[in-house]
């Protein structure tokens, strides 16, 4: 099978790495070529050797990006094409309009996401032009059910993780820091203020804890200020971004994620694999991932109070705290290692193959 994914760049991002991820174990099978928009060495994500790479250096210029993306398509002939990524999608569909390629096009954030009004405006634009597309991927049932008006075109695949090395599995929580973790990027969305002013509020109470953040964007300096504030220039820590984020991970013994919306949260899935009790807001995810008490425990999203309360008990747990982190890491191997999630993928292609040779839906 011929396969074709897309997207804008391969510069940090959940959805990047899905792409690093998926197109790694795919290629071991399948013929797979991977287009971007960005110019290739700006890549953070390397895709693995058997993956070839185009770049239509065209970032940001949508009628180019569509040309060159459509000879790309007319040269390489695939059976699938795969899209991530609204402005992408919609590229790909115009890009490969009548040249009888089955198209998948993959939504990754809630429809939360989208709150300006042009963002809106795109955000409906998109959606009507995924009427045309030939499957909708989404991460969670709870994203499927803002598609409702495409019907059975649909699909549910999360997304995949990687396990690390055994002796990462196995872990070892003597080795654990008094070490609270966020990772995300540093802007709104991931509300790291918010988890600021919540350590604020007990750091005097537990002054041998502290708080790393790891991730980097626009809101760094105000991040910096807001830390600094709180006197807090000892305590929590910006630091930057990694490739092996797992060594971070494992050194500490709480994770938070207090963002106001996601798709799917890969940093989330990673922590809980790592064996660390987890705290998510009541967002997209939550359903599949977190029972409360049993895998994480579950605020509602914005609420500081709640917040600190949640790191107050798993402070004051050490016993709570390993309970979670190993329901944690087991739910996560169970249902979202990566070969498993990219035989999802795969159903998924010979299905819509086969129902084309069929004929029409």
């Known amino acids: 099978m011929k396969l074709l994914f897309t997207i804008p760049t391969l510069r940090q991002g959940g959805s ?24 290739s060495e700006n890549c953070f994500y390397t895709l693995h050797p058997k993956v070839r790479l185009i770049s239509t250096d065209s970032l940001r210029r949508t ?56 963002s809106k405006t795109l955000s409906l634009l998109g959606f009507f032009i995924y009427r045309f597309a030939d499957r909708l991927v989404v991460q969670t049932n709870k994203i499927k059910n803002q598609f409702k008006g495409i019907g059975n075109r649909v699909n549910v695949i999360a997304n995949p993780i990687i396990l690390p090395d055994e002796a990462y599995l196995k872990g070892d929580k003597d080795n654990r820091e008094k070490l609270i973790i966020a990772i995300g990027r540093l802007d709104k969305q991931k509300a790291h203020s918010l988890l600021i002013e919540s350590f604020s509020q007990i750091a005097n109470d537990f002054p041998d804890w502290r708080l790393e953040i790891w991730g980097e964007g626009k809101q760094k300096n105000d991040l910096q200020q807001q830390i600094n504030r709180c006197n807090l220039g000892g305590r929590v820590q910006l630091c930057g971004t990694t490739k092996d984020i797992y060594s971070a991970l494992y050194k500490s013994s ?18 809980m694999l790592a064996g660390l009790p987890v705290i998510y807001g009541n967002i997209s995810g939550a359903d599949e991932l977190i029972k409360p008490g049993e895998t994480g425990l579950l605020i509602n999203s914005g609420d500081v109070r709640q917040l600190t309360e949640s790191m107050k008990t798993l402070i004051q747990n050490p016993k709570l705290r390993d309970r979670l982190g190993r329901n944690a890491k087991k739910h996560i191997q169970n249902n979202y290692a990566a070969k498993k999630i ?20």
Not at 73 to 93: A, C, E, G, H
Not at 345 to 361: H, T, V, Y
Request: glycine letters at 2%; one cysteine or more; aromatic letters at 8%.
């Open 16 to 39: 990047e790495r899905v792409i690093s991820i998926l197109t790694k174990i795919l290629s071991q099978r399948h013929e797979v070529t991977a287009v971007i928009q960005d110019k």
């Open 63 to 118: 009628i180019l990006s569509i040309i060159r993306l459509r000879k790309a398509i007319k040269d390489y002939r695939p059976d699938v094409i795969v899209s991530f990524l609204m402005r992408q999608n919609v590229t790909t569909l115009v890009a490969s309009l009548n040249l009888g390629i089955s198209v998948i096009v993959s939504e990754r954030i809630s429809k939360e996401y989208y709150n300006s009004l042009i």
């Open 254 to 271: 709480i994770f938070v994620m207090p963002s106001k919306f996601e798709g799917f949260p890969n940093a989330l899935c990673e922590a």
């Open 342 to 361: 990219a035989a999802s993928w795969e159903k998924l292609f010979q299905n819509l193959l086969k129902a084309k040779r069929s004929g029409p839906f």
